[in-house]
């Protein structure tokens, strides 16, 4: 019998290669891809003390103030008395005002005001205005496949060598216009800032992060089968290490038994009767609704490799995942009126980047009567699928199977655009078929 390798001892293999190559290499990129949970903010922020350490001026480049304020808050508690800058918009409120009460961050406008600091770290949109300054010999580009390729252009003057840590199996980077013109060209701009580095220098070092400290063993092989077949990866939990009990027992219905099932397996999938919808679909939303509500009544606890007692499953470390912000906020006020508050309500471009104990997710296709490239796209699905530290319960109509079938994927051919894989068509069938082994039929 193969013995399987110690995850830590996996993780710390790939990030000593990795922080070797950003110190010792010569390469001027270094692109990491970080599944999601793998710890890849703790790399960004170990990566920028040795680098300060060493005595290498860094500039730290996030994608939203949230990610950046988070970064230095990060980096203040590591090492207190490291001088960090934090350059920010000239907004009325340009950042978390919890950074006002770290001695070592100086915030600032102007990059000027934080030359010689350490470490500065600010927004890709913010970093594009910074004209005229010496080069920092070091960058970290955070969330990079999140980052558009023109955000990068914009900033590769202000750097001579960089760091890119992302996960690919995330959405796509976000655009206002319509960029079929660009499709396939070198210079697309709608494209990631990893992808179009890589089309021009296919040379770089890659690593990949091998471990999610996030995901438990019953999601880990289902995610990383679906969404990154080309660079998979596994828990850092073995089965048994976590489990998700409840103090009340079922009532019968069909949220307490899609419950019980999710307890039990890490998956739920709440099915109701087939039929189209309006996208914030009353039942599907109600059920939505229900299901945190019963989760919170029965009082769910976890246990975890975290420590050996139970932890109460509050309404804190719980969230719900939808595809559209209509359907966000009438799952909101189903909530409210079953006297819920406190639960995460977003759409999945929100939840990115966020981690819970329990997610509840209404599927993007339920109801609906076709399937197109929106809620298609594999990064909406990845992110839904993987918040949770121990389960998962999606509710959605009956029939999304035949649906998918119905439409396969009619995208036109465009050459010279690198085909992604795997595609939304696929990795919905994927999800689909794991959680129809774990299905409890509802007709509300």
């Known amino acids: 019998m193969t013995a399987v390798p110690d995850p830590g001892a996996a993780a710390a293999r790939a990030t000593d ?6 110190l010792h290499g010569t390469a001027r990129g270094i692109v990491v891809d970080s599944p999601p949970g793998a710890g890849k903010s703790t790399l960004v922020v170990r990566a920028a003390l040795e680098l300060a350490a060493a005595g290498r001026p860094l500039m730290v480049v996030a994608q939203t103030n949230a990610q950046v304020d988070d970064l230095v808050v990060r980096l203040a508690e590591k090492a207190p008395e490291l001088p960090l800058g934090r ?7 340009p950042y978390d005002k919890v950074l006002d009460g770290l001695d070592n961050v100086r915030k600032s406008a102007k990059a000027a005001d934080l030359a010689g600091l350490d470490v500065v770290i600010s927004t890709a949109a913010k970093w594009a205005h910074v004209k005229n300054v010496e080069p920092w010999g070091h960058a970290i580009v955070d969330e990079a496949y999140q980052m558009r390729s023109d955000a990068l252009l914009a900033v590769a003057g202000l750097f001579e060598r960089a760091l890119f ?11 206002i216009v319509g960029a079929d013109q660009w499709a396939g060209l070198s210079y697309d701009p709608s494209a990631s800032a990893v992808s179009t580095l ?6 770089l070092p890659q690593h990949r992060l091998p471990v999610s400290w996030r995901l438990p063993a019953s999601a880990a092989p289902l995610v990383s089968d679906a969404f990154y077949p080309y660079t998979p990866f596994r828990s850092g939990t073995d089965h048994g290490e976590r489990r998700l009990s409840f103090g009340v027992p ?7 038994r899609v419950l019980d099932e999710a307890a039990e397996s890490g998956w739920g999938l709440l099915e109701l ?3 189209h919808t309006p996208r914030t679909d009353p039942e599907a939303v109600r059920a939505v609704a229900l299901v945190v509500r019963r989760l919170l009544d029965r009082g769910g606890a976890a246990t975890s490799e975290r420590g050996p007692e139970p932890v109460p499953v509050t309404a804190e470390r719980v969230a719900v995942g939808t595809a559209h912000r209509d359907q966000a906020a009438a799952v909101r006020a189903a909530l409210a009126e079953l006297g819920v508050t406190g639960v ?4 999945a471009n929100r939840l990115q980047g966020r981690e819970f104990d329990v ?17 298609l796209e594999t990064g909406r699905l990845c992110v839904l699928a993987s918040r949770h530290r121990h389960a998962c319960v999606v509710v959605c109509r009956a029939g999304v199977a035949d649906l998918l079938d119905e439409h396969p994927s009619t995208e036109p051919v465009q050459l010279g655009v690198t085909v992604k894989f795997p595609d939304g068509w696929e990795a919905n069938h994927a999800v689909l078929a794991h959680l129809s082994e774990h299905r409890v039929h509802w007709a509300p």
């Open 17 to 22: 290669a990795i922080l070797g190559d950003t």
């Open 87 to 93: 350059l920010h918009s000239s907004d009325s409120d």
């Open 165 to 175: 840590v992302g996960d690919p199996g995330q959405l796509d980077p976000f655009s």
């Open 198 to 203: 890589l089309a021009h220098n296919p040379e």
């Open 250 to 256: 079922s009532d019968g219905s069909g949220p307490d």
């Open 273 to 275: 009767p087939a039929r």
């Open 344 to 347: 995460a309500v977003d759409t």
């Open 359 to 375: 997610t509840v997710v209404l599927h993007p296709l339920s109801g609906r009567p076709d399937a197109t490239a929106f809620h």
